[in-house]
């Protein structure tokens, strides 16, 4: 199983004149084997719903439930929730100099699995992953993020979606920066992980481009912290022709 239901959830930040709510009552269910994409205006509190629902700290829950499997995963560390079967590919990858990635995978494959991976095979899986992502062997042997263009982080992060095998994945604009070749590399990760069935993926775009290669069966307009429409695919393909002017302005007499 790997069912994620968001429960109302309101999630405020710490501004310089006091708290400010960011998300306003998000309610989302992902079953298994479902692709769910988010498109909004940039400031709409995207990026907000990925990191509150992987525990950054910087984000307070007020109000709601994050639910992995009927388990609420708001109560648990950033670890715990890893553990649990959450995954977040971030917008932006940081950077961990003196770390390899090799290293790193393995550290975190063995924090996942609560015992270390069998080191023969484990290289292999890691090889293989490398492959799949057009990323050489001496790749591992870089430092995490070091040096990384914008497609290498992408598909490192992809890699390691591949390695820890999560139930539900959230990706955060993992097509940003991205040219039309790693683009395509990266899709096609992300459909392999989610060919089992079984996984649930939460995908967070500004465009359509990576919606042609990873077909979502619903796609899902972010306004000023809530979820304002929903719809099939085909509603990507307008957003791409008519912007977000009439849910911001819908939004906007909404609260007047």
């Known amino acids: 199983m790997s069912k994620l239901e968001i429960k109302n959830l ?19 269910t992902i079953n298994p084997g479902e692709v769910h994409a988010v498109m909004g205006p940039n400031g709409s509190g995207k990026s907000t719903l990925a990191y509150s629902i992987a525990g950054h700290p910087k984000y307070t829950v007020t109000q709601g ?7 609420d995963i708001l109560s648990m560390s950033v670890d715990e929730r890893a553990r649990a079967g ?9 950077e961990v100099p003196g770390v390899s990635v ?3 995978l393995r550290a975190a494959k063995t924090a ?6 069998n080191p023969r095979h484990f290289v292999k899986e890691v090889n293989g992953a490398m492959e799949d992502l057009n990323l050489g062997a001496s790749f591992t042997r870089r430092s995490v ?8 982080k992408k598909r490192n992060e992809i890699a390691q979606l591949k390695l820890l095998d999560p139930k539900v994945a959230v990706l955060d604009e993992t097509d940003s920066g991205l040219d039309i070749d790693a683009l395509r590399v990266v899709a096609d990760g992300v459909n392999r992980y989610m060919e089992s069935g079984d996984r649930g993926l939460l995908l967070i775009t500004h465009y359509t481009r990576i919606l042609k290669h990873i077909k979502p069966h619903f796609v899902h307009v972010f ?14 393909d307008q957003l791409e022709a008519e912007g977000y002017d009439k849910y911001v302005t819908a939004n906007n007499a909404a609260k007047a």
């Open 10 to 28: 309101h999630v405020s930040v710490e501004a310089e004149d006091g708290p400010k709510e960011i998300l306003k009552g998000v309610n989302l």
């Open 65 to 71: 439930e994050v639910l992995l499997d009927g388990e």
């Open 86 to 94: 959450m995954f977040l590919a971030m917008q932006y990858p940081v």
């Open 102 to 104: 090799s290293n790193f």
């Open 112 to 117: 996942i699995d609560g015992k270390a991976p």
């Open 145 to 152: 993020n070091e040096g990384f263009s914008g497609g290498e």
């Open 223 to 236: 306004v000023d912290g809530h979820f304002i429409d929903e719809g099939g695919p085909e509603l990507a």
